[in-house]
């Protein structure tokens, strides 16, 4: 078993959840031997960069995680895969490297 596997095993394991947004990322858990015991199922997590207040209307799920990293210690990690959509996220990325308000910025 890799380092890096172990690693997977130990972080993963002592999670309260871990909310993979494909299914290729539960399969390549799968075949690496990576414990997918706490895995849910989410959804994309570019609502993480900050939005507009005054037009933003959250989803049921948005809302949850964003009530859920209100009152706790939250860790969102990209996927393994954010690569292969850089192309189509073009916007998002450039608001990724841009500061947000006061100075702070989107890693934490």
């Not at 990576?34 to 959804?43: D, L, M, Q, R, S």
């Not at 859920?68 to 916007?91: D, F």
Request: hydrophobic share 40%; proline share 4%; aromatic share 6%.
């Amino acid at each position: 078993m890799s380092n890096l596997t172990k690693l997977a095993n130990y972080v993963f394991g002592h999670c309260d959840a871990l909310i993979l947004r494909e299914s290729v990322s539960l399969d390549l858990m799968k075949r690496s031997n990576i414990t997918t015991a706490k895995v849910e199922h989410g959804v994309d997590t570019a609502w993480l960069v900050d939005h507009h207040t005054e037009d933003f209307t959250a989803s049921y799920a948005v809302q949850h995680w964003l009530d859920v990293a209100a009152q706790q210690k939250t860790v969102a990690i990209p996927c393994a895969n954010w690569h292969r959509s850089t192309n189509v996220s073009a916007p998002l990325s450039k608001r990724m490297k841009k500061p947000l308000p006061g100075g702070q910025s989107h890693s934490r």
